[in-house]
């Protein structure tokens, strides 16, 4: 049987074409659909990326809270105490210790260690309010919690207290 020109071209044509959705089927078709699917992610990240890129611009310009000076250490440890006592804290002991530098920050900090009686409460809020006093910035380091001997209620804790100072006699912002 004796192949024509015709018919051979029809059968290269006809295994080119089949060739094609074979490839289409197997590799292009799983390809466009990774392609959605991560295109989909991507505009996801691209839009946190702008919403971050906003919140970033709003805060730009804003001020921020000036860190205290070493003159102003003992209003920020007042305020410290003020907000403490408002949460009926009991401050058994508050003993500030030499200014150092952070190694980490670079910035001068003024440990502050202290021992607490509170119930649970009163002492969860106390330490939530430290990120909102207006005088200082303040990290909590070496936190020992324990019940108070003889009561089911109290708790007895010692931390200390790393108050950032600003390089400045003047704040830092």
């Given at each position: 049987?004796?192949?024509?020109?015709?018919?051979?071209?029809?059968?290269i044509l006809g295994g080119m074409s089949a060739a094609t959705l074979l490839l289409y089927l197997?590799?292009?078709?799983?390809f466009l659909h990774d392609l959605k699917v991560h295109g989909s992610e991507c505009r996801t990240?691209?839009?946190?990326?702008?919403?971050?890129?906003?919140?970033?611009?709003?805060?730009?310009?804003?001020?921020?809270?000036?860190?205290?000076?070493?003159?102003?250490?003992?209003?920020?440890?007042?305020?410290?105490?003020?907000?403490?006592?408002?949460?009926?804290?009991?401050?058994?002991?508050?003993?500030?210790?030499?200014?150092?530098?952070?190694?980490?920050?670079?910035?001068?900090?003024?440990?502050?260690?202290?021992?607490?009686?509170?119930?649970?409460?009163?002492?969860?809020?106390?330490?939530?309010?430290?990120?909102?006093?207006?005088?200082?910035?303040?990290?909590?380091?070496?936190?020992?919690?324990?019940?108070?001997?003889?009561?089911?209620?109290?708790?007895?804790?010692?931390?200390?207290?790393?108050?950032?100072?600003?390089?400045?006699?003047?704040?830092?912002?």
């Amino acid at each position: 049987m004796e192949i024509t020109r015709q018919r051979l071209i029809t059968f290269i044509l006809g295994g080119m074409s089949a060739a094609t959705l074979l490839l289409y089927l197997v590799f292009y078709r799983p390809f466009l659909h990774d392609l959605k699917v991560h295109g989909s992610e991507c505009r996801t990240v691209e839009e946190k990326v702008r919403q971050a890129r906003e919140l970033i611009q709003a805060y730009r310009g804003k001020v921020l809270k000036p860190l205290v000076t070493e003159g102003e250490i003992s209003l920020a440890i007042e305020e410290l105490t003020r907000r403490g006592n408002e949460k009926k804290i009991n401050f058994v002991a508050m003993s500030p210790q030499p200014i150092k530098k952070s190694e980490k920050s670079g910035y001068k900090v003024l440990p502050i260690e202290m021992e607490l009686e509170a119930d649970y409460k009163s002492l969860g809020e106390f330490l939530g309010l430290l990120d909102e006093l207006e005088r200082s910035l303040v990290k909590v380091e070496a936190l020992k919690i324990e019940t108070k001997t003889g009561s089911d209620s109290l708790l007895s804790a010692k931390l200390t207290a790393y108050m950032i100072l600003s390089e400045s006699s003047h704040g830092h912002r």
